[in-house]
């Protein structure tokens, strides 16, 4: 019995390790590499913090995937990206969890390249829809611009999300298989 005790607690500390590891990727990634992707929207940079999320998502699980999220929003948002505040982080939050619950769900079903694909699409869509009524409601709040001038930027927006959440899924699906028997290796022995 004290050994299954011991054996949950290594689990348990492997797990919150290998998910630390990827939260501190994501900080990393944030940090050297982000850029606008439309001049006319310069705010709206392209990072690749997703992906090590989305590689904790369908390593570990769609909850997992927000814990992942959360956490690296609120290290993000408080250090390398603190000039956007806690908006930023909300819309983090909000943005790549629809990307994660939606993807770690669909892959969680049956665990196949095909259900993989299909998960990051559909999240990559869910992701792009629940941000248009997030910015209508949001950003008027926090950042004091008229609801109509948010409007006139939406095309924008969805193409932004479009764009981040494809170009992070490409690559997540490209190298996820790699990664995953390190992550279930790792810390495991």
Same mark, same amino acid.
């Given at each position: 019995? &004290?050994?299954?005790?011991?054996? !949950? ?9 290998? &998910?630390?590891? +990827?939260? *501190? ?13 439309? #001049? ?7 990072? #690749? *913090?997703?992906?090590? %999320?989305?590689? $904790? @998502? ?34 983090? %939050? ?28 559909? $999240?990559?869509?869910? &992701?792009?829809?629940? &941000?248009? =009524? ?5 950003? =008027? ?5 008229? *609801?109509? @001038?948010?409007?006139?930027? +939406? #095309?924008?927006?969805? *193409?932004? !999300?479009?764009?981040?959440? $494809?170009? !992070? ?11 995953? !028997? ?8």
């Amino acid at each position: 019995m &004290m050994s299954e005790v011991n054996l !949950n607690k290594q689990s348990k500390a492997s797990l919150l390790a290998k &998910m630390g590891m +990827m939260v *501190a990727i994501s900080i990393v990634l944030v940090t050297f590499i982000h850029f606008p992707i439309f #001049p006319v929207v310069g705010f709206l940079e392209y990072d #690749p *913090a997703d992906i090590p %999320i989305l590689i $904790g @998502t369908f390593a570990f699980g769609p909850l997992a995937g927000v814990a992942l999220t959360a956490v690296t929003s609120l290290v993000q948002g408080l250090t390398v990206s603190a000039g956007s505040g806690f908006y930023g982080i909300l819309m983090h %939050i909000i943005a790549t969890s629809a990307l994660t619950t939606v993807a770690g769900t669909v892959y969680y079903t049956r665990k196949t390249k095909r259900t993989a694909l299909i998960g990051l699409l559909l $999240g990559m869509a869910v &992701m792009a829809l629940i &941000m248009i =009524p997030a910015n209508m409601v949001i950003t =008027p709040a926090f950042m004091g611009v008229p *609801a109509g @001038t948010v409007w006139s930027l +939406m #095309p924008f927006i969805i *193409a932004f !999300n479009v764009i981040k959440a $494809g170009i !992070n899924g490409i690559i997540t699906f490209y190298i996820y298989k790699r990664i995953s !028997n390190f992550l279930h290796s790792f810390l495991t022995r």
